[in-house]
């Protein structure tokens, strides 16, 4: 509840500027982003969309605002965002990685791959794209390689539940059963909800 009544008074602050200074981008930016700790998400949109009106270059706007579409489903609208976010920032891992997610979601699995591939050259230690480039993998069929980059995902951060979900589906396919097992178990402790049918073969 504290939380929140500080984010509602930090909207308020928000807003007033926003009153004394219409044309300020950044106000608007973070009012976004203050919404969103809500759940308010279309005044989130309206939000972002006005900081992108004042501030045309600010490319973390779209990708806020892919978010938010990303969160609601819209996957095109989300893509596109992020789309926009490369035409002002051509070095912004995260659309690469945003893009490659929307395409995981499609079932564009080669496209996948590829702004995947791009957003970990722009950075290394992305740890949703290097996860997501183990899924895109392992749908593929390709297990060395999403085995490869699920484990560079943990190299990363090793309580990333998806990441072991990961590990624990590529094992299994190549009957390595107590790795499987191990990754399982552990996707399961860090609130992971892995398939109840692999769970049932893996008994974990």
Known sequence: MKEKDETQLYI???MQKIAQ???CGMNYYNLGVALIRQSRWEEAIEAFKRSIEESPTMAEA???LGGIYFHLG?????MEANRKALEIRSDFAIPYGNLGYGYLIKGELEKAVQYLHKAVSKDSKYIQALSNLGSAYLQLGQLEES???SKKALEVAPD???AHNNLALAYLERGEMEKAREHCRKA????YEVAPEVRQKLSC
């Not at 819209?74 to 989300?78: F, H, M, P």
Request: net charge negative.
């Open 12 to 14: 308020e602050e928000l």
């Open 21 to 23: 200074n219409p044309e």
């Open 62 to 64: 779209y990708v806020n």
């Open 74 to 78: 819209e996957v095109d609208a989300a």
């Open 147 to 149: 085995i490869l980059y």
């Open 160 to 162: 990333f539940p998806f």
């Open 188 to 191: 399961v402790e860090m609130g």
